[in-house]
């Protein structure tokens, strides 16, 4: 055997025990992260219903039953990051790509409202802003985000989203709040795991959902 062959058979068996590793790891984070958000379920009312993961541990689907108002329903949707797959990874992580929740809802008086908070100057941003039939009104939120709204919005409403984006600013990867199911969509990098933490995120997307 010569070297090439040994270097080539070292890397498939590194792939092989980061493939097992990596799987291992993601389910052990991924029954964390039920353990975090059972820590703060008490801010949305309700039970945790049939969690499911994915088989590698990069998928979990965290619905709540009965929620309390304003919301009827809520799916709390998790990816994780591809730890299974050292090339991916690596790549996802050199884009700060990170373990990210996304907070769908439905509302039981979604209102005649429709926000989005996205990055400033983003595709989405883009898009909203050459939309003319029916125009977005733009509020920035410095240092790198813009909110854009339409319909009939109380400044309290648009205070809450600017206090939610200012506090999340680094872990926030979307808010959008529309007419259409689900009304409620947020999607947040996951970072400190404490009961603290969770009920602190819980109670920000709650106090915004309310307004």
């Avoid at 055997?1 to 058979?9: C, E, P, S």
């Avoid at 689907?61 to 990051?81: A, G």
């Avoid at 309290?156 to 989203?161: F, K, P």
């Avoid at 199911?181 to 997307?205: F, K, T």
Wanted: aromatic fraction near 8%; charged fraction near 25%; include cysteine.
């Amino acid at each position: 055997m010569n070297a090439g062959q040994i270097i080539v058979l070292g890397l498939c068996l590194l792939l092989a025990v980061w493939f097992l590793l990596g799987i291992w790891y993601n389910r052990r984070r991924a029954r964390e992260i039920v353990r975090w958000l059972e820590g703060g379920r008490e801010v949305l009312g309700g039970r945790v219903g049939k969690v499911w993961i994915g088989v590698t541990g990069s998928g979990l689907r965290v619905p709540i039953d009965n929620p309390s108002p304003p919301f009827r329903r809520l799916d709390l949707i998790v990816r994780l990051e591809s730890r299974e797959n050292l090339p991916l990874w690596l790549f996802e992580r050199a884009q700060g790509k990170r373990d990210q929740l996304t907070f769908l809802a439905w509302l039981r008086s979604p209102g005649q409202c429709e926000q989005e908070a996205v990055p400033l100057g983003s595709a989405l941003d883009r898009a909203l802003h050459t939309q003319t039939d029916h125009p977005w009104q733009r509020t920035d939120v410095p240092p790198h985000w813009v909110i854009a709204q339409r319909g009939s919005l109380s400044e309290e409403q648009t205070g809450a989203l600017r206090e939610f984006i200012i506090t999340y600013d680094r872990r926030l990867g979307r808010f959008s709040r529309r007419q259409s199911e689900p009304h409620l969509l947020i999607q947040v990098s996951l970072g400190e795991l404490s009961d603290e933490s969770s009920r602190q995120l819980l109670g920000y997307i709650k106090t915004v959902a309310t307004t």
